[in-house]
T-cell receptor, first 112, second 113 residues
Framework: DQQVKQNSPSLSVQEGRISILNCDYTNSMFDYFLWYKKYPAEGPTFLIS?????DKNEDGRFTVFLNKSAKHLSLHIVPSQPGDSAVYFC???????????FGTGTRLTIIP | DGGITQSPKYLFRKEGQNVTLSCEQN?????MYWYRQDPGQGLRLIYYSQIVNDFQKGDIAEGYSVSREKKESFPLTVTSAQKNPTAFYLCASSPGVHGYEQYFGPGTRLTVT
């Protein structure tokens, strides 16, 4: 049962344009969401998070949007840079659940 | 430098042998986790520990064992009972168990032949 889904395995975006990565979830108990970036053969690095009391959180070029009614979150990267090429994972958890549930990831390729 | 270390980076074993993967953190984090990543899949939780001398099974604990004798260390043993042990293994830690991001180590690539 895939509770966190990233339906796009890959995405290609021109350098300087906006990258939008999407994530859907099915468990309405999730109240904390995170995005991680991962390069090959390395551990994921934390990018940005959002709690369910907010619908937007911004950190530099990265913005996460949360639509609770649609059970959907998205990560916007503006402007996209070559170093953004990586696999992006969304993850979710809820109070009383001691673990993160990860999506399957989206491979983002920034085209120079 | 604070962080999480995993050793070795690459590990090769023969089928039927147990192997232990090391994970150490100096972030003073209470919680530690082990994940497995396979090609085209997300991170799947093997075991986690919220406190010393206590740990819980994750989603795919069969064929694995862990110990948490010290706050900074959370070794994972891949036993011969694990049917498909070849994978990329990631260790993580966090200050608490909810509402905190997890910090990941660099990973260990285990190949069993």
């Amino acid at each position: 049962d895939q509770q966190v889904k990233q339906n796009s395995p890959s995405l290609s975006v021109q350098e300087g344009r906006i990258s939008i990565l999407n994530c859907d979830y099915t468990n309405s108990m999730f109240d904390y969401f995170l995005w991680y970036k991962k390069y090959p053969a390395e551990g994921p690095t934390f990018l940005i998070s959002i709690s369910s009391i907010k619908d937007k959180n911004e950190d530099g070029r990265f913005t996460v949007f949360l639509n609770k009614s649609a059970k959907h979150l998205s990560l916007h990267i503006v402007p996209s840079q070559p170093g953004d090429s990586a696999v992006y994972f969304c993850a979710a958890s809820y109070f009383g659940n001691e673990k993160l549930t990860f999506g399957t990831g989206t491979r983002l390729t920034i085209i120079p | 430098d604070g962080g999480i270390t995993q050793s070795p980076k690459y590990l090769f074993r023969k089928e039927g042998q147990n192997v232990t993967l090391s994970c150490e953190q100096n972030l003073n984090h209470d919680a530690m986790y082990w994940y497995r990543q396979d090609p085209g899949q997300g991170l799947r939780l093997i075991y986690y520990s919220q406190i010393v001398n206590d740990f819980q099974k994750g989603d795919i604990a069969e064929g694995y064992s862990v110990s948490r004798e010290k706050k900074e260390s959370f070794p994972l043993t891949v036993t011969s009972a694990q049917k498909n042990p070849t994978a990329f293994y990631l260790c993580a830690s966090s200050p608490g168990v909810h509402g905190y991001e997890q910090y990941f180590g660099p990973g260990t690539r285990l190949t069993v032949t």
